[in-house]
T-cell receptor, first 113, second 114 residues
Framework: SQQGEEDPQALSIQEGENATMNCSYKTSINNLQWYRQNSGRGLVHLILIRSNEREKHSGRLRVTLDTSKKSSSLLITASRAADTASYFCATERYTGTASKLTFGTGTRLQVTL | EAQVTQNPRYLITVTGKKLTVTCSQNMNHEYMSWYRQDPGLGLRQIYYSMNVEVTDKGDVPEGYKVSRKEKRNFPLILESPSPNQTSLYFC?????????????FGSGTRLTVV
C-alpha cells in the first residue's frame, strides 16, 4: 500500500530557483526520509527527520514535518542542473520486530539552465 | 567503499526459468530488504530481513523467495518467473532500522521476463 504521496508529480524550474516538494502519509511513523534517484539508478539517501522533530537542514536541503497533518516538505534552495532527478519521500514504521520503509510515487524535478 | 552490490545489473530471461539476483553489503548492516519499482507505482517492498534470524514478507511477496544465511548476503529468488515480474529491483540495507539511519540502496537490477 502507498504510504507517501508526493505533490507535485513533476516540477520544472530554472537554475538558482528554489524547489519545494510535498509529501503526505496516512499512518503513524518513526521517521520520514527523502531520497533522490537519477534516471533508472539507485536511490540515494538525502535526509531523515524523526517524528519528534519539526525541521531539519542539510546543506541546501530543508525538511519540515507536521505529524498532526501527516505531511512533510522538502525545499531545495538555489537549485542546480545537477539536482535534476526524481525525489521520493519514504516513511518508516518500526515495531521492534519489524520495520517497514514505504515510498511514495515521487516528484520529478527538472532544473534548466 | 561502503556499498550494496547487486548482480546482475540487467537480465533477460524466459518465463519459468528459475533465477537468482544477488545482493551483498559490506557495512555490517543488520537489516536488508528488496523492492521492485514500476512506473506509476513507486517502490514496493517484496521481502525484508531484520537480521539473520528474522525474515518476513513485504507488500508484494508473491512469486519471490529470499534467504538470509549470513549477515552480508540477501539473495532474491524467482522460482518460476512470469512476465508480470518484469521490473526494476533494488536491494537496500540499514544499520538499525527505525532509528537515525537511512537506507543504502544498490544500483538496481533491470529484469525482463519474456
Amino acid at each position: 500500500s502507498q504510504q507517501g504521496e508526493e505533490d507535485p508529480q513533476a516540477l520544472s524550474i530554472q537554475e538558482g530557483e528554489n524547489a519545494t516538494m510535498n509529501c503526505s502519509y496516512k499512518t503513524s511513523i518513526n521517521n520520514l526520509q527523502w531520497y533522490r534517484q537519477n534516471s533508472g539508478r539507485g536511490l540515494v539517501h538525502l535526509i531523515l527527520i524523526r517524528s519528534n522533530e519539526r525541521e531539519k537542514h542539510s546543506g541546501r536541503l530543508r525538511v519540515t514535518l507536521d505529524t498532526s497533518k501527516k505531511s512533510s516538505s522538502l525545499l531545495i534552495t538555489a537549485s542546480r542542473a545537477a539536482d535534476t532527478a526524481s525525489y521520493f519521500c519514504a516513511t518508516e514504521r518500526y515495531t521492534g520486530t519489524a520495520s517497514k520503509l514505504t515510498f511514495g510515487t515521487g516528484t520529478r524535478l527538472q532544473v534548466t539552465l | 567503499e561502503a556499498q550494496v552490490t547487486q548482480n546482475p545489473r540487467y537480465l533477460i530471461t524466459v518465463t519459468g526459468k528459475k533465477l537468482t539476483v544477488t545482493c551483498s553489503q559490506n557495512m555490517n548492516h543488520e537489516y536488508m530488504s528488496w523492492y521492485r519499482q514500476d512506473p506509476g507505482l513507486g517502490l514496493r517492498q517484496i521481502y525484508y530481513s531484520m537480521n539473520v534470524e528474522v525474515t518476513d514478507k513485504g507488500d508484494v511477496p508473491e512469486g519471490y523467495k529470499v534467504s538470509r544465511k549470513e549477515k552480508r548476503n540477501f539473495p532474491l529468488i524467482l522460482e518460476s518467473p512470469s512476465p508480470n515480474q518484469t521490473s526494476l529491483y533494488f536491494c537496500a540495507s540499514s544499520l538499525y532500522p527505525g532509528r537515525f539511519y537511512g537506507y543504502t540502496f544498490g544500483s538496481g537490477t533491470r529484469l525482463t521476463v519474456v
